[in-house]
């Protein structure tokens, strides 16, 4: 089993639309968690950081449940300029290792 | 502000020639990672360096690879002698540590075609 593992998608949705993904992690001791957006052919970057209590910013809502080992990331009224892989990223502790997932394709329509 | 810079962006070379990687880093950043991308395996990191020594080499696939840092603002990542499948993209990515996973601040990459 993949340490992180995220559903590849593609998920295709129109303008407007609200999309959400998920990511599962193996490992319980995993202590802090990310999301990461990769434009076509771009480097990955920070989306937002995902907080136990969850968190909030704009269009983006990232929640974790540790009993379940799964974090997601809903995106509401979807842009255009969603169009991106999402890429979900766990850290074990102990290091700064990040493990990343294979990241889950989003494609917004107009 | 200037992000991490890598160079070349793009390298197509022959099975068994040696390949250099070139990283900078972010000003007044004290940590860097060298992650390999593929389609098939997603981002893998290679090393990771802090204050320019390294720390965890254990994703460095083998003897072939080579990484280092002699000082803050520079890395080279070698592969002698390369072959066919270590064509993928090679990321630098740079933070500033504070005890706590910082946020990584990746270069464009390097695209890597070995022939």
């Known amino acids: 089993r993949k340490e992180v593992e995220q559903d590849p998608g593609p998920f295709n949705v129109p303008e407007g639309a609200t999309v959400a993904f998920n990511c599962t992690y193996s490992?319980?001791?995993?202590?802090?968690f990310f999301w990461y957006r990769q434009d076509c052919r771009k480097e990955p970057k920070l989306l937002m950081s995902v907080y136990s209590s969850g968190n909030e910013d704009g269009r983006f809502t990232a929640q974790l449940n540790r009993a379940s080992q799964y974090i997601s990331l809903l995106i509401r009224d979807s842009k255009l300029s969603d169009s991106a892989t999402y890429l979900c990223v766990v850290n074990i502790g102990g290091n700064r290792k990040l493990i990343w997932g294979l990241g889950t394709s989003l494609a917004v329509n107009p | 502000d200037a992000g991490v810079i890598q160079s070349p962006r793009h390298e197509v070379t022959e099975m068994g020639q040696e390949v250099t990687l070139r990283c900078k880093p972010i000003s007044g950043h004290n940590s860097l990672f060298w992650y390999r991308q593929t389609m098939m395996r997603g981002l893998e990191l290679l090393i990771y360096f802090n204050n320019n020594v390294p720390i965890d080499d254990s994703g460095m696939p083998e003897d072939r690879f080579s990484a280092k840092m002699p000082n803050a603002s520079f890395s080279t990542l070698k592969i002698q002698p390369s072959e066919p499948r270590d064509s993928a993209v090679y990321f630098c990515a740079s933070s500033l540590s504070r005890g706590l996973v910082e946020t990584q601040y990746f270069g464009p990459g390097t695209r890597l075609l070995v022939l």
């Open positions: 490992n319980s001791a995993s202590q802090s």
